[in-house]
């Protein structure tokens, strides 16, 4: 049987990097097939190559046994592809139903006939199962809400040929196995989808088949995707082997070194309060929408609170900004590295460098470039992060790389004591999970407090001293180590304490992936 879709050698190159290197696969109709690799390993600049985004610079790309070359993401939707990029790609200040039905709204006229695509898009949405109002704007919803609203447009397109890149990084549980029954209802239908996650139980769930690339290269292609070991996918992928992907270290906790009694704001309901001990990694886990990320902001003053106050070591943290929070030696990684995290157009050194200057300035006004450039080339060896140089934009590294600039920009702080980390391997592979992991618990040998916000449970069970469950605006439940099972957090995290755990949640916390 002719593959549906097929890549012949194709090739592509960036200053200074071999982004694919002669990758050759295909992908049936009627299936699933799963891209699997470290970030940078070529996954989503294939994806861009499908569609249109970027001219492969050698190779052939077929589509329904026709060579194509798209030039831009019109023509690939012209020829039945549609791609679900990890980066949403949507128009902040339109609506839903403007955004689902970009380049195609319905006119009357001659002029856009809105009640016509507000009825459409709210008919979609319903169908799919997706609570949203068609005439909502991007801005003011949730980046779990701008991911679905992304899926239905790829499915209003009527593709033949649907690519997901890391589709389920922000997405509850609710809106996962909403994706899930679409996933296989539009494979029922003889689709050919290509799907991209770091996540390994997505993938042996709905993937038919698989393939691995690393730095570039087509590694395997699996056929059968359940007859693979997990074990085998790893160390194809980073081409070693990770036995404990968490690599938790038992360490001696010090005095309480953060207390934040009382706090409140928007998005928190009521005064809430916990303390974290110097060495100690605290997590803090609920489902999307539980306030945890809100709850940190209002900590490190990046959003105005009502009451309460922040103290460490002893001393009370000033509440002016963030400004004040990171003088006082708190530093937060975002949820949203994209909108919140990098300077994109800015290199990796510059990106790493942008808070630790204002203590090196030379007579105050005068970068110091050298000191500049060891400090970068520094946490570019010591992180792993992948980049042909300091001078490379951070926008052209893969998410994880991205990651792991904003991480070495906050343990560049000399008087760093307090290190919050909102979703820190959100979108990022296996390998690079293992780097993080390996940079918080180095964190915590060295006395600091360390905060990890996950949607992940397993992540959660397995990297962190103690794990402290929020639900619905507010704290609700707090486990030491040693008591915290899948079970009981989820007893927590759950609105209705009788409900079953979702099954999507349930699997080994120490499992390597």
Request: with cysteine.
């Amino acid at each position: 049987m002719t593959a549906y879709l097929q890549f012949d050698q194709v090739c592509k190159f960036f200053p200074g990097v071999k982004a694919l290197n002669g990758v050759s696969f295909s992908a049936h109709a009627g299936q699933v097939h799963g891209l699997l690799g470290e970030n940078g390993a070529g996954k989503s600049t294939l994806l861009k190559i499908l569609g249109g985004q970027y001219k492969p610079d050698g190779g052939r790309l077929l589509v329904g046994g026709t060579e194509r070359h798209f030039t831009s993401a019109k023509d690939a939707i012209q020829a039945g592809v549609s791609i679900i990029h990890q980066e949403l790609q949507y128009v902040p200040e339109l609506t839903v139903a403007e955004n689902v039905l970009l380049g195609r709204m319905p006119t009357r006229f001659g002029l856009l006939d809105k009640p016509k695509a507000h009825r459409i898009v709210a008919e979609k949405l319903a169908a799919i199962g997706v609570d949203l109002s068609p005439d909502a704007k991007l801005i003011d919803l949730s980046i779990a809400q701008r991911q679905m609203v992304e899926i239905c447009k790829a499915i209003m397109q009527d593709a033949q040929v649907i690519a997901f890149d890391e589709p389920t990084s922000s997405l509850s549980h609710r809106e996962t196995e909403i994706l899930f029954r679409l996933v296989k209802e539009l494979r029922a239908e003889g689709r050919t989808l290509i799907y991209i996650s770091h996540r390994l139980e997505e993938l042996y769930e709905l993937c038919d088949a698989c393939t691995i690339f690393r730095d570039g290269r087509k590694i395997v292609t699996h056929d059968v995707m359940g007859d693979v070991p997990r074990e085998r996918l790893i160390s194809d992928m980073v081409g070693r082997e990770l036995s404990d992907i968490y690599d938790y270290r038992e360490r001696p906790h010090g005095e309480e070194r953060l207390k934040v009694d009382g706090l409140n704001g928007k998005h928190v309901k009521g005064p809430q309060s916990f303390s974290v001990r110097g060495g100690e990694v605290l997590g803090f886990f609920g489902l999307v929408g539980a306030g945890r990320s809100e709850l940190m902001r209002l900590m490190y003053n990046a959003d105005p609170r009502s009451a309460g106050t922040v103290t460490l070591d002893g001393a009370t943290v000033a509440t002016g900004g963030p400004s004040d929070a990171i003088a006082a030696g708190i530093v937060l990684c975002p949820e949203d590295r994209k909108e919140q995290g990098i300077l994109a157009t800015a290199s990796v050194a510059e990106n790493i460098n942008i808070s630790v200057r204002r203590n090196d300035l030379r007579a105050g006004l005068f970068l110091r470039h050298k000191q500049e450039a060891a400090l970068a080339d520094e946490f570019i060896a010591r992180l792993r992060i992948k980049t042909p140089n300091r001078q490379q934009e951070i926008r052209l590294l893969s998410g994880g790389n991205q990651q792991k600039v904003i991480l070495a920009r906050w343990l560049a702080e000399p008087g760093l004591k307090v290190l919050i980390l909102d979703e820190p391997t959100r979108g990022i592979d296996v390998g690079a999970k293992n780097d993080i992991y390996r940079i918080i618990h180095e964190v915590a040998e060295r006395g600091c407090c360390v905060i990890v916000i996950s949607s992940e449970l397993p992540e959660v069970l397995g990297i962190s001293d103690r794990v402290i469950v929020m639900r619905e605006g507010e704290i609700c439940g707090e486990l030491p180590r040693a008591q915290a099972t899948e079970t009981e957090v989820l007893r927590l995290a759950l609105p209705d304490s009788s409900a079953p755990a979702p099954a999507a949640y349930i699997e080994n916390p120490r499992s390597i992936a």
